[in-house]
């Protein structure tokens, strides 16, 4: 049978409005319709090896299981077999039609059931619409987002809170979107897929979609596969919830915990442990590495003339002056109260001077703007320092040692220390 002839019997198979399904002599199941899958899906389990396998309730009163008849008919004949069973949520007896056919899988025989059960058709009808009601009625009252989809991204179903967080007014709006309008990178869909069809589930799956109004939102997806006699995916059922505010205050509580609440520069403790990193990859790979200590010169004044929210304002602005000079790179952190650190990574002595320099001229002639509409300039001096072998507190000595230099010359300068001097 070609791969088309294949394909057309399975699918015609899975739209049977019959309740069919075959199985091995094991009870393993090889093909099945979604009819069959509505009514029976609780007396499936998943084997060891990640296949289907049938399991039937055990019947004190018969000296032979189901099973047990599979395993003594031969090919092309038939049995019927009844069984109580759990059908429409109500136990019922259901008569299970069962041919033996003519091929073999893994060099297993394959039977042919169909599954019939025995209450008056109207109430079994009845009580299948109450539960699909049911279930709807419980999608439309959760508060996440649920859907149905096939694996090229198609939509089946949506419950009216997915339609909302996307911004979509109705269902067939969001089930028209095209995948790119939706999914903002769509490799992570395909990523999706990939875990799917692997692992037949994902958990806490973090998604970036796109809002019919362009915004951003994160969601977190839990996704479950339904499958194929031959192991493909048919479509996966997905929760969907919305977690851009979650992930959105995390990121802000993390940016906080290395973030100078005044300048916002590193705070000293991150500074510290980025600088630390810096220095172990300029020794491992014997790269340039080069820092500066900044200090604004006569800040005790400022304060002392102008008020400390003067002082803060000169800060800020001072950060902003610093900051406007920087490669990308580079790295600045609040060191002590008016005193930075500036981080150069790739980078020489030569190189660190020209930055320092660039950065005191562009201090020396920057107008800081004070509370009261007056202006202030305040100059600052430099120490430089290189190294590629030094310790952090080696390094961060050796720019001290140069800013001491710089403030004892006179001030509004650059001085270098090396660890090669």
Not at 152 to 173: C, H, P, V, W
Not at 269 to 284: N, P
Not at 323 to 333: I, K, N, Q, S, Y
Request: charged fraction near 30%; charge should be negative; glycine fraction near 8%.
């Amino acid at each position: 049978m070609s791969d088309n002839a294949d394909e057309l019997l399975r699918e015609l198979f899975w739209r049977s409005s019959l309740r069919i399904a075959v199985l091995d002599i094991r009870g393993r199941i090889i093909l099945t319709s979604k009819a069959f899958r509505d009514s029976f899906l609780k007396m499936v389990r998943i084997s060891e090896d990640g296949s289907e396998v049938l399991e039937l309730p055990h019947d004190d009163s018969r000296d032979e299981s189901y099973f047990d008849r599979l395993a003594s008919l031969p090919p092309g004949e038939r049995f019927s077999f009844s069984i109580r069973l759990p059908f429409a949520g109500v136990e019922t007896g259901c008569r299970i039609e069962t041919t033996a056919l003519n091929i073999k899988k893994r060099g297993k025989p394959l039977f042919l059931t169909e599954w019939i059960p025995g209450e008056d058709p109207e109430v079994i009808i009845r009580a299948l619409s109450e539960i699909e009601q049911k279930y709807r009625n419980l999608q439309e009252n959760l508060p996440v987002g649920i859907y149905r989809a096939d694996e090229k991204g198609i939509l089946q179903t949506a419950n009216s809170a997915l339609i909302r967080m996307m911004g979509y007014d109705s269902f067939e709006e969001l089930q028209d979107a095209p995948l790119e309008d939706v999914w903002i990178d769509p490799a992570q869909r395909a990523r999706m897929i990939e875990h799917l069809r692997r692992e037949g589930s994902v958990l806490d799956y973090e998604v970036h979609l796109r809002r019919r109004n362009g915004d951003e939102m994160i969601g977190s997806y839990d996704a479950r596969g339904t499958f194929d006699s031959e192991g493909r995916l048919v479509h996966f059922d997905t929760i969907v919830q919305d977690i851009t505010r979650r992930i959105q205050a995390k990121t802000e509580l993390e940016r906080l915990a290395r973030t100078d609440s005044l300048t916002g520069l590193f705070n000293r403790q991150y500074l510290m442990e980025r600088f630390d990193e810096e220095i172990a990859r300029a020794g491992r790979y014997d790269r340039p590495l080069a820092v500066m200590l900044i200090d604004l010169d006569h800040f005790k004044l400022v304060n002392d003339t102008h008020g400390h929210l003067a002082g803060d304002a000169v800060l800020v602005s001072a950060v902003s002056s610093m900051t406007g000079v920087l490669r990308e790179t580079d790295f600045a952190g609040r060191f002590g109260g008016e005193e930075f650190c500036v981080v150069m990574p790739e980078t020489g002595m030569q190189g660190a001077l020209e930055l320092a320099e660039r950065l005191r001229k562009g201090m020396e002639e920057t107008d800081h703007v004070l509370p009261d509409g007056s202006k202030l300039r305040v100059t600052c001096s430099i120490g430089v320092a290189e190294t590629s072998t030094g310790s952090l507190e080696e390094t961060i000595a050796l720019a001290d040692a140069a800013l001491y230099d710089a403030k004892r010359s006179g001030r509004n300068r650059v001085e270098r220390r090396t660890d090669r001097q």
